[in-house]
RNA sequence: CGGGGUGUAGCGCAGCUUGGUAGCGCGCAGCGUUCGGGACGCUGAGGUCCCGGGUUCGAGUCCCGGCACCCCGACCA
């Protein structure tokens, strides 16, 4: 396509519709066109390589599960909201797998039934089906996608622990290979307990997850599980609290706008309500609650504001609720600081000032605020960078989890039944090639690595109409694929502008034009897409010459 | 879920305010001339104007209701 569709917002979005990568089909739904899924494939086998070079065994698992291994788990009803469901004629129950955990596990217990045939891990490439809130840029977030799951099965978290490190080395040399720098960094486990996972990040403008860099020293964490060195305050002291009469300000703006003080000089409570009950949060005005630190505090599920009952119980008011004398289970930032605040009076229209954390209100001390950039590290004290990134790839240690809820056990060394320890390791296909996309382009089109490229070489022939120089062309080509080089033969009768234009755009590694012009000095014209100058090579010695510049390529994306 | 936006030919868009029976560029087909950086000429094909109702002599345009897609936010007291 010569322009791209208004639906694409982001470059490779668009360069992914433009050079016919793939097309889509509906909201988060993409067909991969052939050049597509050969990149596709070529990543696939990039990480195939390196699974099975730690010992990570293929395998692969149905797309349609049953409903019961995911009601052994209990995800059956909490993955309701982001799934895709169906029934078959009996009337039985299926997901569209959104993972597989429970299915593997499944499998564990019934395979598996002594400590000697652990550890074990398997992986497979399968589609996976998830109803997103919100699809977007093409194959950076899709509701279906392929994805490489692999699963690690331990007798002990010692083994699990080899596991993960075994993984977490494949994943660099896997990014490293498919031409992305990716970093790992912390990240939230979410809801399955177990506190260790890392994903694998490249750092991207077009990315939507938000992660702080120390610029110090390799500390790293998604904005989820960021923590900061919070500097020690000295304790100022205050008169008593009194009120202050602020008709109108329900909000830290408006209340900024009134008084002249600064959004920190304010204490701003929220109060929430999550499966573990109403908790009112309470921070300093400038500061923003973190949605995933307060969902753990809650013990997991959807957390949502409170209703009016709620503020009625805990005797307060919307738009004026503050930490004294409140009637609920109150959680303190740790970003409160020993000085006096304004803070919401539990009256309509009334702020209390000089309000004390420790005389006037107190609370546990809880750590549920954003990490912003600027922020000092938790490790060295340096600062601490905000960027985006794109997760192309994550791995978990999640231990028992399901193994207890599966019931899914071996006989250990001593006779005693234990409950296999599992890590999970993920990558998603479809996004990991669009972010190569995003990485490596510039104003004209893809600049694929070769080692992901669709095709290695792109024979253009000028003028297709030309007998002599189509021949030439066809003889070429046939040698090249004789000698294993991968070829995308543009023997359309179109004219050099659109031929060269387009092969900038679909950017195969090696460009090679077999012209009048060129045959008139018996040479044909290479050039690597990745650079700007072009060299005649000799027409009877062209095959061997490009395969050996291919070859040469093939060995440096290798050896990465 | 909330907010914003957009639906007119394969793609990019105009037309809508002021209702009169649909247009531009690219692409596509045929013929001819071209032939190393998105060629040129002539001829032509291609449209349930997202869908359903309503108003009107008449609706792409006005009104009501849906649907689809894109973007932003994931809620801030």
């Known amino acids: 396509m010569r322009e791209a569709p208004a639906e694409a917002q982001n470059a490779s979005h668009q360069l992914l519709l433009r050079a016919a990568i793939a097309r889509p089909l509906a909201a988060g739904l993409y067909t991969l066109m052939p050049l597509g899924l050969r990149a596709a494939k070529k990543i696939e086998q990039i990480i195939r390589e390196e699974m099975d070079r730690i010992g990570c065994q293929e395998m692969e698992l149905p797309v349609l599960t049953p409903a019961e291994y995911w009601r052994e788990s209990g995800r059956w009803d909490a993955l309701e909201p982001v799934t895709f469901r169906t029934k078959d004629h009996g009337g039985h129950e299926f997901m569209i797998s959104y993972t597989h955990e429970e299915l593997v596990t499944h499998h564990a217990r019934n395979e598996i039934l002594s400590y000697r045939q652990l550890p074990v891990m398997v992986y497979h490439f399968q589609s996976k089906g998830r109803d997103e809130a919100r699809p977007r840029a ?89 923590v900061r060195r919070i500097p020690d305050a000295a304790p100022v002291d205050a008169p008593a609290a009194s009120e202050i009469a602020t008709p109108g300000t329900a909000t830290i703006e408006a209340l900024t706008a009134m008084t002249g003080e600064p959004p920190f000089a304010f204490l701003k409570t929220m109060l929430l309500r999550g499966t573990g009950g109403v908790v009112a949060i309470v921070l300093p005005g400038d500061r923003e609650v973190n949605d995933a630190k307060v969902r753990k505090l809650l013990g997991g599920g959807d957390t949502r504001f409170a209703g009016g009952d709620d503020f009625t119980a805990a005797r307060a008011v919307p738009g004026y609720i503050g930490p004294v004398r409140l009637r609920a289970r109150v959680v303190v930032d740790t970003s409160v600081e020993p000085r006096p605040y304004i803070a919401g009076g539990n009256k309509p229209d009334v ?110 022939v000028l003028p297709q109409s030309d007998q002599e120089v189509r021949a030439a062309a066809e003889r070429l080509v046939g040698d090249l694929e004789r000698l294993g080089v991968e070829v995308l033969h543009d023997d359309r009768d179109e004219s050099a502008g659109v031929k060269f234009a387009d092969a900038d755009l679909i950017g195969l590694p090696f460009r090679v034009t077999v012209s009048r012009r060129s045959l008139g000095s018996h040479a044909v014209e290479l050039k690597e897409r990745s650079g700007s100058e072009a060299e005649l090579v000799d027409v009877d010695a062209a095959a061997e010459r490009i395969c050996g510049a291919v070859r040469r390529a093939r060995e440096t994306a290798r050896a990465l």
Request: charged share 30%; glycine share 12%; with cysteine.
């Open 351 to 460: 702020h209390l000032r000089d309000v004390l954390l420790g005389r006037d209100f107190d609370g546990e001390r809880v750590d549920v605020h954003d990490v912003r950039d600027g922020d000092l590290c938790p490790r060295c004290g340096g600062r601490l960078a905000l960027r985006r990134g794109v997760e192309v790839g994550n791995i978990f240690k999640f231990g028992p989890y399901y193994s207890e809820k599966m019931d899914a056990t071996f006989l250990a060394e001593d006779g005693s039944r234990r409950p296999f320890y599992f890590g999970s390791y993920g990558i998603g296909v479809g996004r990991l090639m669009q972010t190569i996309i995003e990485i490596n382009r510039d104003g004209r089109g893809i600049v694929w690595p070769i080692q992901v490229a669709p095709f290695e070489a792109h024979v253009i």
């Open 138 to 226: 093409g194959l950076l977030r899709a509701r279906e996608f392929v994805m490489k799951d692999a699963y690690s099965l331990d007798a002990d978290s010692d083994g699990l622990d080899r596991s993960y490190r075994a993984q977490h080395e494949a994943y660099a040399r896997i990014f490293r290979r498919a031409g992305v720098e990716a970093i790992s960094v912390e990240s939230d486990t979410g809801a399955m307990g177990g506190d260790v996972a890392h994903e694998f990040q490249v750092l991207t403008e077009a990315g939507e997850d938000r992660l702080l860099l120390c610029e110090a020293c390799d500390y790293r964490a998604n904005m989820e599980k960021a």
